[in-house]
């Protein structure tokens, strides 16, 4: 088989979305393995990606120049407001549009594109291109903005555009999919889709990171860590976390002396939380790593792992560091909505608490702290789920329906 896919990034650091995009590539030669992987990257910005990693037989890089011409900015600043159409964001995906459109597809058996960010720019490039009846469109957010969960974002006309430009790609792909069942039955029916939307869950693969690098590390000093490493956006919930937490540690002495609860945030919050927990020995908050220096800390040196999901209310997206603290085999707490993607997939529900109920996180939080002070011993929170075997079984079954649906 000849497959070709046209990914926007594959970044080694710093974004969930490359390394969820280099693993995909990763587990597509280790299940397809006598296959043809050719792939076209089209990025904004240069980068040293460490693209001699992937397990690929081609790859065609393109940095773009993404810069609106001074005409199309003057004249966009009416245009939208007249008609709730933007020529900034038609442009950029006519510059996309341009590098997907000279790819001879027909050569291809399977093609798949992807994106990264909120804006979806390879996917919504190709509309109306004939590389899109071939295509099996990949969805790794919501789109547009105003249907993401934990998004401020209101309805306007220019978000109702972004919708309508979508549902053309949809019904023009060839099949769509995105990584989680509940954005899959959401875009489904928001779209309205006559094709069904199947769900590819995100993988992790090490073999395509160099993770020699543990300069930045930062060593243990307890018995037990708790750790997390990523963003406070879009609804997601630590203070309830943290306070919990803390009461644990100011009611029992055995938390305080042998505990510790270290966060690597990505965003704002930084500022307002050092703060808030100035006084707390046992809660350390720190900027974000690079991935081989995160990938360290999480192995080595953690022994509980927090995930933090969108809210308040739902969350229907896959968190891209899912399958990568699935491998680490080590206990996680989810702080999760009602309504969520780590719902249908953990297995044990002591791995997952409410967003909103503190007392709960707290009784939770207490026995996995309990369980790892006598034990180091291998736990499965995801079960299968994220297993070769069981990624080789959805995207067969994707190609095979997509293809007789053609």
Known sequence: MKFLIIVQDLRVSGTSEGIVSRSFLSKLRINYPDSIIDVLYLKHNYSDDQLHLL????????????????????????????????????HIHKVYGSYIAKVDHQKYDHIFIRSAGIDHETILGAKDLPILKKAIVNFHDPYPL???AGSKCTLTGLELFKLKNMYKVITQAKSCVSSANFLSEDMQYLYGSRKKIYTLPHQYSESVFDLSDTSTV?????????????????????????????????????????TEFVLRLKGMENKRLVEK???????????????????YEQKYEADILIILENGPLFCNILVGKAPF????KKP????????????????????IASSNDKEEIKRKLENLIINRLSSNEFVYPFGDYFSDKKFKESLDKILSESNNSK
């Open 332 to 351: 996680i707490l989810s702080i999760s909505p009602e309504r969520s993607e780590m719902r249908r997939i953990i297995t044990d529900y002591q791995y």
């Open 146 to 148: 105003f249907w993401y």
């Open 55 to 90: 397990p690929i037989n081609s790859i065609e890089t393109h940095v773009l120049n993404l810069k609106i011409p001074l005409f199309t900015k003057w004249a966009n600043k009416v245009f939208w407001r007249l008609f709730n159409v933007s020529l900034a964001v038609s």
């Open 325 to 328: 603290l699935a491998a680490l």
């Open 277 to 295: 927990f100035s006084k707390s020995k046992n809660i350390v908050v720190l900027d974000t790593l690079n991935f081989s220096n995160s990938c």
């Open 218 to 258: 930062l060593k243990k000093n307890n018995k037990v860590t708790i750790s997390y490493h990523g963003a406070i956006m879009f609804g997601r919930n630590v203070d309830n976390l943290l306070d919990a937490y803390q009461e644990l540690v100011n009611d029992n002495i055995l938390y305080k002396e042998n």
